[in-house]
């Protein structure tokens, strides 16, 4: 092989490797640690909250209310989870107020 095309061969694969680690550095940086699990529970949906795959959150009711009811509706565990997720990401509590969970109980 000749000198010239070791070097293009050389050069052609470093740019990919170059190419390669700003896009998985670009890529995590971008991706939320934060993610979902919803999931049926007796009589309704609750939700899990992970980070970085990890189990943070797991709440089977709805919190901020007396006894132990679960969500009624898929999408209300979901609007609850995603709320949780938005205030982690702000470094918020990962808490509800009763007002905010009536706003997620009247949803549709």
């Not at 609750?46 to 009624?72: C, M, R, W």
């Not at 989870?81 to 702000?90: E, F, Q, T």
């Not at 007002?99 to 109980?105: A, G, P």
Request: glycine letters at 6%; charged letters at 20%.
């Amino acid at each position: 092989m000749g000198t010239k095309k070791h070097n293009t061969i050389v050069i052609a694969l470093s740019a990919i490797i170059a190419v390669s680690i700003v896009f998985i550095q670009w890529r995590s940086k971008y991706t939320s640690p934060y993610k979902s699990r919803i999931y049926t529970v007796t009589n309704g949906w609750g939700y899990d909250i992970l980070v970085k795959d990890t189990l943070f959150i797991h709440q089977e009711s709805i919190p901020a209310i007396e006894g132990n009811k679960p969500f009624g509706r898929r999408t209300q565990a979901m609007e609850a989870a995603s709320r949780i997720i938005s205030k982690l990401k702000k470094g918020e509590s990962p808490s509800f107020s009763q007002s905010e969970i009536e706003q997620i109980r009247l949803s549709e």
